[in-house]
Structures are given as C-alpha cells and as structure tokens.
C-alpha cells in the first residue's frame, strides 16, 4: 500500500515545542544574546564575539571560585557518602524503629533551602546561637563571620546535615533490596563482617549510589542559597561559590555579558563533570560485572 | 560427618505460641543416622525449610535441643556447626569470580593456597564449569549460579552435615538429572550427612535412602521409597507419593470386613470394631475395573500416559482412580471395581491402623 503523504502531522509536535521554547530555548538564548554583545546602557548592544569566554577564562576571580567550589562538592562528598552508606548499614532494617529512623533522617529533606540557611546562621550566631555560643563558653575560636575556616566548617557541617539523609535513604533502599538467602549464605560461609560488606551489600548498593554521588555533586556543585544565607560568600570572599559569584556579577554589579558567559560556562562544566562522572562510573560498574 | 539428634525439638514464629496452631514446627525427636542421604518431603509451607533452618543454626528452636555426635550445639553458632548449606535461589558473590566463589568458604577458614587451588579445580569440575572458572559470576545463567552455588556447599570435606533448600528449582530439568546424579555419588564417595528439602516425590525418592514425609508441621513417616509406598503411616503420605495418589475412601470397619455405602469389601485382616474417621486406603495400581462384581463406579474419563492407562472414576460421588495396564482393553459396561485385598490399608483419623492377620 502506498503511503499517503500528509505533512500537517507537525503540527501536533507544535505544542510541545512552544512549551520547551518558552520554558528553556528562550530563556537559553537570551543569556547566549547577552554573552555575544556588549553595551553601554540606553539598552543599546553592541557584538562583542567571544570576548566575555576570553575575559572570563583569564578571570582569577572566576577561577578562584570555581576552585572553592570544586573543593566544596568534594569534602562534602567523602563525607556525605561514607556517613550515608554507614548510617544505612546501622538502622534497624524492619519494624517500628526503622520507620521512626526514616521518618527523622526525612525530616531535614523537607525543609526549605533558605530556612536551613537561617536555621544555621542563627544556630551558629556567638551572641545568640546555641552552637556558637556553647563553642563561644568552651574556649573555642568560632565565628563565621569573621573566621574563613569557621565559616567553611559551618557551610559544609550544614550541607552534611541536610543531604547526608538522601544518600543514606538511597542506600537503604539498596540494602533493603538484599534478599536473606544472602546473609545466611554469608553466615554459612562463615564470611568477615567486612566480607558481607564488601561482596555482597556494597555491589548490591552499587546502582543507588552512583545515582547519590550523581545527584549530590550536582546540586552541592550548583548550591547557592544555603551558604548565601549564613556567610553572604564571605568572610571576604572565603565562602563565595560559583553561583554566588556569578549572582553578584549579574545583579550586584549588572554585569550581563561576562555574566551571562559565566553561566554557560558554568553550566557546560556541570554537564562535563556529570557525564565523567557517569562515564566511570557505569565503566566501573561493567568491570565488576 | 556426624549424627543428628533432633531431642523435643520444636519452633514457633510467634514470640508467646498458645496453641499447637502456632507452631511452624511441631515436637519433634529424630535421629538422622551419619552418613545417611535423607529427603525431607512435604508441601509448601510444611516446615521443612523451618527443620532446616534450626539444622543449620541460622534459626534458634524455640524449645528442645539438637546434638552434632552427642554434643549440644543448640546455642552454637553456623559456623561453629560447621555445616554447608545450599538455598533454593542462587547466591553468588556477584564481583567474584566462579573460582573466587568457590574459594570463599575455604579462604575463610583459613585453608593453604595450594589446597584451595586444588580443591576448586576438582568442584569445578564435579559441577562441569572448568571453563568458566575465570568469569565473573554476574553474568551467569540462574542454573549456572545455582552450579556455582552447589559447587560451594560441597567444596569444604570437613564439613558435619550437607543441607539443601530445594536446591534445583530453577535448574532445567536435563541438568537436574545430572546435578542429583552428582550429589549422589559424592555421598557415596564422602558419606557426608546429606538432608535434601524438596517438595519433588521423584527428587526425594531418587536422591535419598530414606525419606521423611512432614505435613502441618509434624513428621509424619520416615521410611524407604518402598515403605512409603506399600505402608503410607497417614493419609497425607499416602496421597502425596504416587502418581496418581492412593485413593482414600470413607468405610466402616468391623472384623476384617470393611463396608463402602453398604457394599461389603474383604480385607486379608481382621481389625476389631473401629470408631472414629475410618478410611480405606488403596493406590491405584491395585485397583481393578471390572464388569462383574465390587463397587459401582462411574467411569469419567481415561488418560493415556504411555506406559499405562489411568482411569479417573466416581464412586459414590467422590473421585476415584485406577490404573490400567496399558494393553487392557476398557469397555463402557466395566463399572465395577474390584480391590486387591492385601493391599488395603485402613487409616483412622488419618494414621495407619495395623490388624491382625485373619
């Protein structure tokens, strides 16, 4: 049978497309037009090339933040991950106390970005924070505002406490997955404690947990409110990640060509890491299959 | 290799059992001989993994004692049982490979390299995966994995007992034939302790010396094949061995006549007046249709196997079935059957009841 030729079938991908226009293409492009062209105010643009990419390679500042950034995702990464897969390990596997522990590890998820922030910047304060002041009474040196160190322990201390519960439910879930035939097989076999861990419950976890490292390294490497909250990026610029930097060049400085060259450089970072990430990951993965 | 003693040995899943209802496992006192290749028989659900389970020590009874040669290890743990015990589902290292899995049992114990190698070749070979030996184990088949997983039970020689958890159920039934074959002969080789769980009549009765029937949590007989299948001691035995079962029928007993729906039936001893449930029990191969005398039966339908004929009957409302060589020519005016007398067996309240010779 012969095919009949109708091209007015397009027209029901039309939705989609305006949606996604509207949704992402637009608002891409708009921050591609502002990367490309320079101006002088009058809303009047100029081409500028890729002389913002070139300014902002050549940037220290630019640099400067996304070193802090990198080491940012990485501490909380180790620890994140370990402490997770070890609280994981340790919570009572049925009955009411592992819904009770799943209840209260699930409570620092639901709360909002910037009431963590507040939570902490309050929590911490010398004056009137519990945490500051007890470290304030015992001798120890503590103020974030002032102290870069202090100032990194606080953000990452808080980004351990609100994520470390995803990793750690993730993990569960791959442990809860393990059927018993295993452990008494284990048991049987007279295997180490380290054993069970290291052949049985680590390769089972092994697909959870490179969706965790995946999702907490991209959003602790897009992290912006929480840290903005307690610091502000300081003491000076102790604490000023990517997004921070790149909110105070767009809207404290109104800086929107280098700004807007920033982003997409930062955001092709973001995809380049995640895919390495991937890439080893599933490479491993396949290996130990 | 070691004796068995099971000593009043029963379990509950419930933490307070009231009843006997609550108990998985009821009271029990058993000696597996050493040496000896048992199968533990029974439907789903009947409380033989349960048995198993309290064998190998991943289970604490809830009350009575089991003694490895005398000993009581009730309190000890699996390890110290040191008994090797294959599941029904393949449990594999899946990182590991086939020889790394196989080695594991034994690298715990801390056995020497060179007899590990050795010893691995050697199971590898009992279980045909030489070839395999370097693979990881992840990408194997389900009955390759069950391969390696049998291959781990039997690797350590030391061991006091071998138990396995219906071990070949998802193997296909080819490899079925030679991986029992195999255990076989490894018993007779080893002459480990062997206690096989299935709920297979031709497993257990191929495998084994002697098979232990349970139902409802209760060992009903223990015996050879050949015992379950001329003296089945319950019903249950009775009808779960054999294919078709033995076929139960309601009567009443008085002397060494029974009476079926008011038809008399002879049997070969005399028994007394019974009360209570009185069954006649009789399989189907001493079952004869005929034209003239015995119970009327109607016939429903016949299946032909091959081998044999097996014809599936009413009497008085209930299913009944016979067995008819495969020559024998059924014509539809035999409506009558006619039963072996020394094979009758009679069962009240559902146990064997054994009679005087007339």
Redesign the interface.
Known sequence: MEKTLNQKAWFLVLPVLVLVAFSAVIPLMTVVNYSVQDTFGNNQFFWAGLEWFEDMLHSERMWDALGRQVMFSAIILTIQVPLGVFIALNMPKSGFWSSFCLVMMSLPLLIPWNVVGTIWQIFGRVDIGLLGYTLDALGIPYNYTQNTIAAWATIIVMDVWHWTSLVALLAFAGLKSIPDAYYQAAKIDQASRFAIFRYIELPKMMGVLMIAILLRFMDSFMIYTEPFVVTGGGPGNATTLLSIDLVKMALGQFDLGPAAAFSIMYYLVILLISWVFYTVMTTIEKKEG | MAKITLDNLAHSYYPNPKSEDDFALKELNHVWADGEAYALLGSSGCGKSTLL?II?G?LHPSQGRILFDGVDVTNA???DRN???V???P?V????TVRANLA??LK??GASPQYIAQRVQEIGAMIGMEAELDK?A??LTADAKQKI?LG??MVREDVNALLFDEPLTVIDPHMKWELRTQLKSLHHEFGHTMIYVTHDQTEALTFADKVVVMYDGRVVQIGTPEELFNKPEHTFVGYFIGSPGMNVIPATVSGTTATVHGTQVQLDQGYGDLSGKVELGIRPEFVTLTETDGLPVQVRRVEDVGRHKIVRAELFGKEINILAEEGQSISPDMNRIAFDPSRINVYVNDWLKTGKAA
């Open positions: 389970n190998s991943l743990s699996t390890a008994i090797a015990q599941f029904q589902f449990v290292y899946d990182t590991m594991f049992p715990n114990r990881r992840r990408g997983s781990r039970g």
